[in-house]
DNA sequence: CTGAAAGCGCTAACAG
DNA sequence: CTGTTAGCGCTTTCAG
């Protein structure tokens, strides 16, 4: 079953290439009765353009690329979801890639997108990212780009975030209503603008409190699970046992409690605990687990829809500013 | 900055095109020095080749195309996981199609298929899919399918899945155990062999235990969550109230937990739950959750593996087999 | 309204 | 070992 192609069309038609291309595209510059017939025959012969011979022709691939650290994470695979919705809705293709939070692995991919495979891209950064040429040389190629939920300051392009710092601050603020005195801040790279916002938020909560100085509270998790329970282990046994601690990040939240179990802590009393999370099961963990809840799919939306705009519109200039679509802070039993 | 091609190259550099073009595959028919000399200067313009026009050229595109009806699960999200860590190996690109359940979508992503955009796909069919004339057609079109999970037997391919049947047994057969009498399955859609094999186990683990005839144990469920709450409040206050309960899909699994405390019911003094589900948080929920966890990272990645072995080998020919990574029962308090 | 022709960037015969 | 050439399938001037 041999591909048909526009050439074939148009020879059993008896019309040229250029005609039976024109007259696919709806083009107004040809009648009527002809557009029908190739339509028909089109159908018949099941045509199927060539996406790679338009795109090689018209320099437009109809692709985005979606670059993401992780995707086993409520947070990114909503976003995603979000992201997908709205490609699917314009006709787009969506190409995946993990980082793996690895910045090599970040710097392959966006080298491979300076051949055009991809019309825009979409990206979160790795935890590993400080160094942001690679971010920059796409720029310059004239790529659109949309940076969302971690993203980095110094690129000039539109980001899409939520209010890290504030809801970082209600958290914070809400576990120090609730009596607790040492409250530690799982951190999960000090490379990320939206963990060191988060300790901010965190920050701005305990002075506002006059909690006094906080001395390490900060705990600087790793992408290692085994060395995170180590490290919670230990956090946890130390004469100086934090009474609350905020999880930066949602792969957090279960090693705490499976360290809190074992250590036999019990949750709330003896330690309180808020995720930044977007797991569906909060409200049914042991005890229900109090969470900053970010709009993963309305973030993923927007941050597409933006892209969009870029891709489609020609020189539409991408503004520079951060879009700020608030997070929800959940209260549940994790810290009453 | 205009994108540099290979002819700048050649020009540059006084040599053909052709020459060019060999040099930079490393052909062994160029001198050394000439390749040298072309490498050099490949890399110092930062010459990075069109992706597209290689696609057209050479029939190939480098792409494996993932349909899947959903990526908020965290059986998809880590099956993705290891689809992606696969290509990414193999230097492949990885485009996602969700189908959000609908055939519809399916069968029109499969259609763009046709085009020869991806050079294989692995599919996880959408729970309406009966119909299963599109992949057919994609089979047609010699463009090697890997089904995973949620598989149609009619289609002559390699089909990797787990012990759905068998999982399923142990999961009753421990309800039974623990001396639940009424245990309803709840069912997530006929059309789908992988929802079939689990309600077959069931039924054979009820049968085995003479357990006596099951009227109606089997609840069908569907996409609509508003309308799975209903259905689940209902039979929770019916008289028939059930004593256990299988959720053979992970995203029935809140809504029974909710429910039940809704209507008080003691999880597992009332109800027992045992759910096929990925979820991490299974240890940690009230109560820990007991459950069918299939081997999803695994799944996705030996499907990945099977893809490339026919799309990498020239007439490699798919063995029409099933391929059965076990699931593993994981005893929790929810069915002690 | 339709046709002819050039060419997107690359590869692979084939020739020399 | 290097060069020439003919396309892959499509779009888009430009003529007619």
Redesign the interface.
Known sequence: ?A?ISIRDLAKELKLSIGTVSKALKDSHEISIPTKEKVFALARQL?Y??????S??RGKK?N?IGVVVPE????FF??A??GI??VA?GKGY??????T?ESFL?EEFIL??F????VDGVLLSISSETSNILHIEQLK??NIPLVLFDRTVEEISTTKIITDDLESSYKATHHLLKRGCRKISFLSISRHLSINNKRIEGFLKALSDHQAGACRNNIIDCTNDNKQNQAILHKILQSAERPDGIIASVEKLT?PV??AC?ELQLNIPRDLKIISFSN???A??????LTTVTQPAYEMGKRAAIILFKAVEKKNFKMPNENIVIPSSLFIRSSAE
Chains 1, 2 share one sequence.
């Open positions: 079953m591909e099941n199927i353009p060539n996406p790679y011979a795109s090689l691939s692709t995707i086993a994470d409520s695979s909503h995603i979801k997908e919705s699917q293709h969506v190409l995946i890639y993990l793996d692995k080298q491979d300076k051949s055009g495979r310059k190629k279960i409690y499976l179990r797991s569906e099961a409200p049914v963990m042991n005890p229900s």
